[in-house]
């Protein structure tokens, strides 16, 4: 992969191992008129792909006092169709403009034939799919000059054909890519609640050293005359399920850097920042009782 380019003069603030919240434009002009106490925001990259405008020079003004990391949700890596050209131009002049401190992606598909379906698609846990996915990876990567995360996605059905785990395709992914691994603890506990596997045994399964983000988010369950499903629906509070795999999450890595992702039915921005500072506790807290 290729070397990351040089940053710039004006190096933006890091995202240190503590809590943030996922910047929307909603609360934007307060965000930029009371810069509340957190070291970091993280935002979906495809929102400031513009090359000028209002939502531009947001980032770059929150860049100047809190770590930013940035997120894609529509990069659709996993698809058998070409990577997007003009996407990954994009996203590489933001970052390159930016310079922000993580980016990361989904390990997920969502088009075929150039017809996107606007959801985060699970990929079939196979020796092929393995190779075709680290393949494409490695070429947004060598595209970036960077390392990029990958996130896992929370699922509602299996494929018949798969040959492993999702956790050890994920592993196995950042082993054969060079990524690192944007560990989503809600995305976690909603697919072992809908598949019916530990949750603890799937995080146990990742090697530390390829974590380099957490997200925690809220979840819907719905009901019907066939069972239970958990939706990762992401507006809501994290539930205290999540809050406890949180905690036994990090009392095994250690102290990672944590977003709070609450993507509809915004809360207030103080809510936000609350449930930031609830993870730092929760994280805190163990950590010290462990160390």
């Known amino acids: 992969m290729a070397m990351a380019s040089a940053a710039r003069a004006d190096a933006p603030h890091p995202v240190p191992a503590q809590a943030g919240i996922g910047l929307r434009a909603p609360h934007h002009r307060e965000f930029l008129e009371r810069r509340p106490e957190i070291p970091w925001v993280e935002v979906h990259s495809e929102n400031f792909f513009a090359d000028g405008g209002r939502q531009l020079e947001v980032l770059e003004a929150v860049r100047q006092t809190h770590g930013v990391s940035l997120h894609g949700v529509g990069l659709s890596i996993g698809s058998a169709d070409a990577l997007d050209a003009g996407h990954l131009r994009c996203l590489k002049r933001l970052v390159d403009r930016i310079q922000p401190a993580l980016v990361s992606e989904h390990l997920s598909w969502s088009s075929v034939d150039g017809i996107y379906t606007n959801d985060l698609l699970p990929m079939p846990h196979t020796r092929e799919a393995l190779a075709h996915f680290s393949a494409r990876v490695s070429e947004v990567q060598d595209r970036l000059g960077r390392q990029i995360l990958v996130e896992n996605v929370s699922s509602y059905l299996r494929f018949p054909d798969d040959t492993m785990t999702e956790w050890q395709f994920l592993a196995e992914l950042a082993r054969h890519s060079g990524c690192g691994i944007l560990l ?108």
Not at 189 to 213: K, W
Not at 232 to 246: F, G, Q, S
């Open 184 to 291: 989503d603890v809600n995305n976690v506990y909603v697919s072992a609640r809908n598949h019916g596997f530990d949750a603890d045994a799937y995080i146990a399964a990742i090697p530390v050293a390829l974590i380099q983000e957490i997200h925690l988010a809220g979840h819907t369950v719905v009901s019907d005359e066939s069972g239970e499903l958990l939706i990762d629906t992401h507006d809501a509070p994290v539930t205290d399920p999540v809050w406890d795999l949180y905690q036994r999450t990090v009392a095994r890595t250690g102290l990672l850097p944590t977003l709070i992702e609450w993507d509809s039915q915004l809360p207030t921005l103080d809510r936000l920042v609350a449930e930031a500072r609830r993870a730092d506790a929760v994280a805190g807290a163990r950590h010290a009782r462990v160390a």
